[in-house]
């Protein structure tokens, strides 16, 4: 058994043509399976990911504070520590904390890499309930 104390894992800051605000990335880098990627990803209050979508779907966990995901539809919902998300398989989404909370989340995926919209979260769309 391999034990990383939380002080000695690395966090990256994710790239800012893909995020509104500071957003980290802290891969599990023992975790091996054959496509399976999974990081440990951490939002400053307001922070979140533009708009995008994973070709076989992601599965968020949220392991701490809370935050928000919203679909295309406009569907808005609150997330927090403990809850499980589900975005299907090319479903366009974002996610990210809340306006005045920091929130960490555990996201897996499997198949190709995130598809990228080239269209930031508006403030208006992250206000929007
Ligand atoms: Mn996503």
Redesign the pocket.
């Known amino acids: 058994m391999e034990h990383t104390p939380a002080e000695r894992i690395t966090w990256a800051r994710a790239p800012e043509e893909n995020f509104t605000g500071r957003v980290w990335f802290g891969p599990l880098s023992h975790v091996t399976e054959d496509g399976l990627k999974a990081s440990g990803v951490y939002f400053d209050p307001a922070a979140r990911?533009d708009w995008?979508?994973?070709p076989d779907g992601?599965v968020?966990y949220v392991a701490s504070g809370a935050g928000l995901?919203q679909t295309e539809e406009g569907e808005t919902v609150e997330i927090s520590a403990g809850d499980v998300v589900y975005?299907p398989p090319g479903e366009l989404?974002?996610?990210g904390a809340g306006p005045a909370t920091p929130m960490m989340h555990l996201?897996l995926?499997t198949g190709g890499e995130?598809q990228w919209e080239p269209r930031k979260v508006s403030d208006e769309e992250y206000r929007r309930r």
Do not use: E, G, K, M
């Open positions: 990911t995008h979508s994973h992601q968020l995901v975005a989404h974002w996610h996201s995926t995130t």
